[in-house]
């Protein structure tokens, strides 16, 4: 396989599965937004009832907020791997103009990552905001004797 096509895809490939993790996370930060609006925490009965309802796909938001970036410089080391081997490969006619274009294309995948895990990591911390809050509710409404 030549050098070029396993460039492609090392670059699609990062890059695909960083768009995946992105629209996972979206997803999952809309859906648990819109059931943060409709719950009601008068109608649980047992705390770790409503924190396990709280907190589903949690976990998720965070782990791709936090590994986003590994993935992107995973992509990036591969892509300047690959990059030295073709200057090694050619090196009769290595153009140092190419040599930067390549480098800086590598790059790519890291600004990537960091693009993916930005917004993960900031929606993760406003989703465990309401966690807490609607926890604390909770608390008030048995204090107050308004659960169900």
Known sequence: MPVDQIKDIVDYGVIGLLLFLSFI??????????????IKVENYTHKNALELD?????????????NAPYIGLLGTVL???????????????????????????????????????????????ALITVVDR???????ARDEGRLV
């Open 134 to 140: 609607k926890l604390a509710a909770w608390e008030i």
């Open 79 to 125: 892509a300047i791997i690959l990059t030295f081997y073709i200057i090694g490969s050619n090196q009769d006619t290595v153009n140092p103009g190419e040599i930067m274009k390549h480098l800086a294309l590598a790059l790519k995948a890291t600004a990537a990552g960091l693009v993916v895990a930005i917004p993960a990591t900031v929606l993760y911390n």
């Open 25 to 38: 996370t979206f997803m999952f930060a809309i859906e648990r937004a819109l059931f943060y609006r409709s």
């Open 54 to 66: 709280l907190t589903k796909r949690l976990p998720t938001i965070a782990s791709i907020g936090s």
